[in-house]
């Protein structure tokens, strides 16, 4: 998978079976997953397949207002977790097709994929308070599964 580096800009090339490894830039040598992933139907099958880590989906849409104010809370989830856990978005809109084959029904909605599977699924504009408190249980709860 093609991720963009947050710190300097440059595209990295990262398997995504080794995204759990922390991956850092070619370039500046920053860790790149600090940052939301946008991901589209094809490369969010292929992560949730393939990916070490667990993993959030905002499935989100650019007319959603509850969406647009939750965007800038789950960037900044993503610099805090980044190496724990994959931060990916995907736009309902445009992928509709993911937005079917994943059953979402409102937006936003936030699913958790860990070993190939959904684990957990959260509808609604989460403040920061609760989206830690999720983070850190499925920190706690695919670390002790592993």
């Not at 991720?3 to 830039?25: G, M, S, V």
């Not at 070619?26 to 860790?31: D, L, M, Y």
């Not at 809370?73 to 190496?83: C, I, P, Q």
């Amino acid at each position: 998978m093609q991720i963009r580096c947050p710190h300097c800009q440059k595209t990295n090339r990262a398997p995504t079976n080794r995204l759990h490894e922390n991956p850092q830039c070619g370039a500046c040598q920053q860790p790149i997953l600090g940052q939301v992933i946008e991901l589209n139907g094809a490369s969010l099958q292929e992560v949730v397949t393939t990916n070490a880590l667990p993993m959030i989906v905002d499935f989100w849409a650019p007319w959603c207002g509850p969406c647009r104010m939750f965007a800038p809370t789950f960037e900044a989830a993503a610099k805090e977790y980044g190496g724990q856990l994959l931060f990916t978005k995907v736009n309902t809109q445009e992928e509709q097709e993911a937005a079917a084959t994943y059953q979402i029904r409102s937006i936003p909605t936030l699913a958790v994929f860990h070993g190939g599977q959904e684990i957990g699924r959260v509808s609604g504009a989460l403040p920061a308070t609760q989206l830690n408190q999720l983070i850190d249980e499925i920190i706690s709860k695919t670390t002790t599964s592993a």
